[in-house]
T-cell receptor
Framework: AQKITQTQPGMFVQEKEAVTLDCTYD???????LFWYKQPSSGEMIFLIY??????QNATEGRYSLNFQKARKSANLVISASQLGDSAMYFC???????????????FGKGMKLTVNP | NAGVTQTPKFRVLKTGQSMTLLCAQD?????MYWYRQDPGMGLRLIHY???????AKGEVPDGYNVSRLKKQNFLLGLESAAPSQTSVYFC???????????FGSGTRLTVV
C-alpha cells in the first residue's frame, strides 16, 4: 500500500509566486517524521525541511514551510517567492517506524516536477 | 568535506557481469541505506544496515547483496547484472535512523 502519496505529477508556477506541493501519508504509528527533498537536474538529493509528528508548530526553513495537518495526514510543502532555481523534482518522505526485527527507514513518494517560469 | 561518497558515479555493465558499488561516510553514522531510483517510482529501499556487521532487506532486495564490514563503508553488490537493474543508485546515512539522512550524489548504472 502506498504510504506516501504525491498526486501532482507536475506543476508550473510563475517566478516570485508562492506554490504548494501536496503530500499525504499513511501510518498508524503515533511517532513519525516527514521530510521534503529537492532533486535538481544534476541529480543530488537535497534536504529541505523536516516535521516531527509531535512538533507543535509547522516547520519553516527560509522560503520553505510545511503545512502539517495531522488529522488529515497531509504534509504539504509551501515555497514562497519562487525562484528559477526552484525548478526540480520534489520528494516527500516519511520516516517509517521499525517493523518487527527491523529499523526505522525513509519511505519516499514518487515525486513531482516543479517548473518555475520567468 | 564531510559527507557520503559513492563510487563509481557512472558504470555500464553487460548482462551477467558483476560489480560492487561503494558507499563511504565520514560522519560516524550508524545507519546506512541503499536506494534505487527509477522514473516515476521515487526512491525504493534495497538494503540497509544499522551498524557494523549488520544488514537487512528493504523493499526491493532481490538480485543485490550488501556488506558492512567497516562502520564507514556500505557495499552494494550485483552478482549477475540484469537490464532491470538499470537505475540510479543512492546511498544514504543517518546517525540514529531518527535523525537527518545524508545522501550521496548517486551512481548511474546501465545494464545492456
Amino acid at each position: 500500500a502506498q504510504k506516501i502519496t504525491q498526486t501532482q505529477p507536475g506543476m508550473f508556477v510563475q517566478e516570485k509566486e508562492a506554490v504548494t506541493l501536496d503530500c499525504t501519508y499513511d501510518t498508524s504509528d503515533p511517532s513519525y517524521g516527514l521530510f521534503w527533498y529537492k532533486q535538481p537536474s544534476s541529480g543530488e538529493m537535497i534536504f529541505l525541511i523536516y516535521q516531527g509528528s509531535y512538533d507543535q508548530q509547522n516547520a519553516t526553513e527560509g522560503r520553505y514551510s510545511l503545512n502539517f495537518q495531522k488529522a488529515r495526514k497531509s504534509a504539504n510543502l509551501v515555497i514562497s517567492a519562487s525562484q528559477l532555481g526552484d525548478s526540480a523534482m520534489y520528494f516527500c518522505a516519511m520516516r517509517e517506524p521499525p517493523t518487527q526485527g527491523g529499523s526505522e527507514k525513509l519511505v519516499f513518494g514518487k515525486g513531482m516536477k516543479l517548473t518555475v517560469n520567468p | 568535506n564531510a559527507g557520503v561518497t559513492q563510487t563509481p558515479k557512472f558504470r555500464v555493465l553487460k548482462t551477467g557481469q558483476s560489480m560492487t558499488l561503494l558507499c563511504a561516510q565520514d560522519m560516524n553514522h550508524e545507519y546506512m541505506y541503499w536506494y534505487r531510483q527509477d522514473p516515476g517510482m521515487g526512491l525504493r529501499l534495497i538494503h540497509y544496515s544499522v551498524g557494523e556487521g549488520t544488514t537487512a532487506k528493504g523493499e526491493v532486495p532481490d538480485g543485490y547483496n550488501v556488506s558492512r564490514l567497516k562502520k564507514q563503508n556500505f557495499l552494494l553488490g550485483l552478482e549477475s547484472a540484469a537490464p532491470s537493474q538499470t537505475s540510479v543508485y543512492f546511498c544514504a546515512s543517518s546517525y540514529t535512523g531518527r535523525s537527518g539522512y545524508t545522501f550521496g550524489s548517486g551512481t548511474r548504472l546501465t545494464v545492456v
